[in-house]
């Protein structure tokens, strides 16, 4: 078949009718066309030849046109494609390497089989333009609502047709044992779109926190204007779920905003959600008082906040545990995913016991250690003394305060306190150096005797050894495994060991060793103060 420019004309036109049927823009079938042909020329012209096609975008005519490019004579491979320049006089006035000679050649007739392979070329064109399209209207959707029609169910995932393409909403992103038809409405929040080999991949969610916090901004207008911000959400997807907001308006009552008249705005949400049942909480930028509102219903009688372990501690009434826990460990569950912290919550009486074990453990240590009868061991204890340290080394007003306690009696607590303390050391000492710990690391400041035990035990025996520890190694942290924090034990840990307290630690071993420069030291705190001045002349702008 020639390709006359009838055929070619027809051709535009089809390329036209597609592009509008696939909303892709024209001009890429019509590149799909000038590729497939240029393929076609090649297969009668020689497949070395550097042959183009070039369709008038108004008429529709194909000019063909082979084009050779000037290269240096060792550089000459491809004699179809390339030449000379002592060649390319023949045909230029002033020939220069990387100058083109085009000349048009005779057009193609195309075959059966090159007919159907030019087909193949603009179907294939036609996809991935097509595909583009889909990918760059979606990925700016990712993170919004989105209303569907269910197609068809695969194996429990539901494809959902949304429009110009197609979404998945996998077996575990819906609530519950939601079962959909075909042509069933559906509204989903885009959790993910991809682009993928087989087209872009939009994946759906009925489950993600996200969707339920769409919800209340389609709902609540104070939330979509910004009055009224989300700051935490946490569901048990189809049972319950915990939200938590805060108002920038103090007109404006946030978690009254969001349940609405007679509960209108909260239950619209609640219907979406197949009946799952939700707590709206007041936000607290203090994060105990922000606890104590998230685990409501219950209540609260006390909460420890251990912010380096990221961990909280709650008691409550004896009555209140199983509330607090809620069914399955509901609401304890919630309450911890909301606040991003670990959650212990035990019941008055486990604490009572707790401090009273405290007391205990404390009153013996003093009655064994000071030689002191019981009644007095739990004076000090109750009078706030915890550890020898604080007894041996307090001023001695705060122990003249203890009934009974005179100036001589004060001295002779701090004597006994010292003396047992240096024997201590003295033995931590000894052992240290049976170990094999260096003088090096014993004259080191900063580490005490039962630190330099504690370091040899585990191998750690010259400065050498010290400076290269890590400062979590000493001080110990914790480490995110599997979505469950992990405690790292520290070697000095049990010592009260600060992160900071470390790393300066080892970078001092560091600097005395002649590993670091003090100087550059001195320089990145320079840095660093600078950084933090840029940072606060910006917060006060």
């Known amino acids: 078949m020639a390709i006359t420019s009838a055929n070619q004309l027809e051709l535009l036109q089809t390329a036209e009718a597609v592009a509008r049927e696939k909303m892709i823009d024209p001009g ?19 497949s070395e030849m550097d042959i183009r096609v070039s369709i008038d975008r108004k008429t529709g005519r194909a000019t063909f046109t082979r084009v050779r490019t000037v290269v240096e004579e060792e550089e000459l491979e491809n004699y179809q494609a390339e030449m000379t320049v002592e060649t390319a006089r023949q045909y230029l006035s002033d020939p220069k390497v990387g100058d083109t000679f085009v000349e048009e050649v005779p057009p193609v007739e195309l075959g059966r089989i090159a007919a159907q392979s030019a087909k193949q070329v603009i179907l294939q064109k036609v996809r991935e333009a097509e595909r583009d399209r889909q990918y760059e209207e979606f990925k700016d959707r990712a993170g919004t609502i989105i209303n569907g029609t269910v197609k068809r169910e695969e194996y429990g995932n539901v494809i959902v047709d949304v429009g110009r393409g197609e979404a998945i909403l996998r077996r575990n992103e819906k609530i519950g044992r939601e079962s959909y038809r075909p042509s069933d409405r559906i509204r989903c929040y885009i959790k993910d779109v991809r682009r993928e080999t087989r087209g872009p991949q939009i994946f759906l969610s009925r489950t993600d926190p996200q969707f339920m916090a769409e919800l209340f901004k389609m709902e609540v207008p104070e939330i979509y204007d910004g009055i009224i911000e989300i700051k935490a959400v946490a569901r048990d997807p189809g049972s319950r779920a915990k939200i938590a907001v805060i108002s920038y308006d103090g007109s404006i009552d946030p978690v009254g905003a969001c349940v609405g008249m007679r509960g209108s705005r909260v239950q619209a949400v609640v219907n979406e959600l197949q009946g799952e049942k939700i707590d709206i909480i007041p936000w607290n930028e203090d994060m105990p008082t922000f606890l104590v509102n998230a685990l409501q219903p219950a209540e609260v009688s006390k909460v420890v906040l251990d912010e380096e372990a990221e961990r909280i501690e709650v008691v409550v009434p004896d009555e209140q545990l199983s509330l607090a826990i809620g069914r399955r460990g509901q609401n304890v569950r919630l309450a911890s995913q909301l606040t991003g912290l670990d959650i212990d919550i035990m019941t008055e ?6 401090r009273q074990a405290e007391f205990e453990e404390r009153t013996r240590l003093f009655m064994d250690t000071l030689d002191l009868d019981e009644f007095f061991a739990q004076l000090l204890v109750s009078e706030g003394f915890t550890n020898l340290e604080e007894v041996a080394y307090v001023e001695q007003d705060e122990l003249l305060v203890i009934d009974g306690v005179d100036e001589d009696t004060a001295e002779e607590l701090q004597t006994r306190a010292r003396e047992h303390l240096e024997e201590q050391a003295r033995k931590a000492l000894e ?36 400076a290269t520890c890590a400062d979590w190694e000493l001080a110990g942290g914790w480490t995110t495994v599997d979505g469950q924090r992990v405690k790292d034990d520290g070697l000095l840990e049990k010592f009260d060991v600060d992160l900071e307290e470390a790393q300066n630690l080892v970078m001092t071993a560091r600097v005395l060793l002649g590993w670091v420069d003090p100087t550059e030291l001195e320089a990145e705190d320079e840095d660093l103060d600078g950084d933090l001045e840029t940072d606060e002349a910006e917060d006060d702008r």
């Open 431 to 466: 052992r240290a150096r049976e170990l094999g710990v260096e003088d090096s690391l014993i004259d080191f400041d900063g580490l005490t005797p039962q630190m330099l035990e504690a370091l040899a035990e585990d191998g750690i025996k010259t400065l050498e050894d010290f």
């Open 349 to 354: 009486e486990e604490e009572s016991k707790r």
């Open 28 to 46: 890429l079938v019509v590149e799909a066309m000038e590729e497939s042909l240029a393929r076609a020329a090649k297969s009668r012209y020689g």
